[in-house]
């Protein structure tokens, strides 16, 4: 029964991973750069995305919003005159490739642009499932604590980067450099670190400014 249980699991990871793939050669194609952006719910995500984006001034950009109920976040940047359309995943916990494929044949994305897409709000399961996507871009903020890569330590693996957002709330709750970047570094020592104040704009610049070198080669 239990290796049962394992090859199923296997399986839906490998059609998973040949959807993705596919995806991914067509935007390596058509020179579309995609993040796929996540983090628990509330960390910031929007927050980076929206001030990464202002800050992209030479390719077009969208934002594929991932939730399992409503548009709020897509409604949020196409007031602003982002081009963005919503994912619903309905009561999953992730986005997985077949959603992907699914939404970009009704919204086809244009030739070198740059994409994000703002998984559902959850530091586990986006981590099991490509989508597509170039590099993952984590998410994380100081009022989560700091003992997450201890406890999510996926997520930290596969990030290329790592946001640490709502530095000024630091003071606030205590929260430990030493033992969170220690805990990063026990599971990613090549992921790009930056720590931002999403809110007022703090370390935006640096970190758009990286995001923009990378989608560029
Ligand atoms: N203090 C502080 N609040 C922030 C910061 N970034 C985002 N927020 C707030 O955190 C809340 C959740 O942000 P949002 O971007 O929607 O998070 P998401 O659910 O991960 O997309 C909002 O009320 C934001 O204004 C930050 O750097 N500092
Ligand atoms: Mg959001």
């Known amino acids: 029964m239990a290796s049962e249980t394992v090859s199923i699991i296997k399986s839906i990871y490998a059609d998973n991973n040949s959807i993705a793939a596919k995806i991914n050669a067509s935007f390596t194609a058509r020179k579309i750069f ?15 995305i929206a001030g990464v984006i202002a800050r992209i001034k030479d390719r077009p ?28 995943t309905h009561g999953g916990c992730h986005l997985d ?36 996507e170039h590099m993952k871009l984590l998410v994380v903020s100081a009022a989560e604590g700091s003992d997450k890569p201890y406890k999510y330590p ?5 990030a290329g980067i790592i946001v640490l957002n709502k530095a000024d709330l630091k003071v606030h709750v205590d929260f430990n450099d ?11 020592t090549t992921a790009k670190i930056f720590e931002v104040n999403a809110k007022k704009g703090d370390g935006i610049d640096a970190l758009a400014q990286w995001l923009i070198n990378v989608a560029a080669h």
């Open 154 to 158: 996926l997520a930290f693996q596969k």
């Open 61 to 88: 950009v969208t934002v594929i919003e991932g939730d399992i109920e409503s548009d709020i976040d897509t409604k949020l940047f196409a007031s602003r005159g982002v081009d963005a359309f919503q994912i619903n």
């Open 97 to 132: 490739a077949k959603m992907m494929d699914k939404a970009l044949a009704a919204h086809p994305l244009r030739d070198n642009s740059v994409v994000f897409i703002e998984n559902v709000g959850n530091l586990v399961c986006p981590a099991e499932y490509e989508i597509g």
């Open 34 to 48: 995609a993040v796929n952006v996540l983090g628990a719910p509330g960390t910031g995500k929007t927050s980076v």
């Open 178 to 188: 030493k033992f969170f970047y220690d805990g990063v570094k026990a599971h990613n």
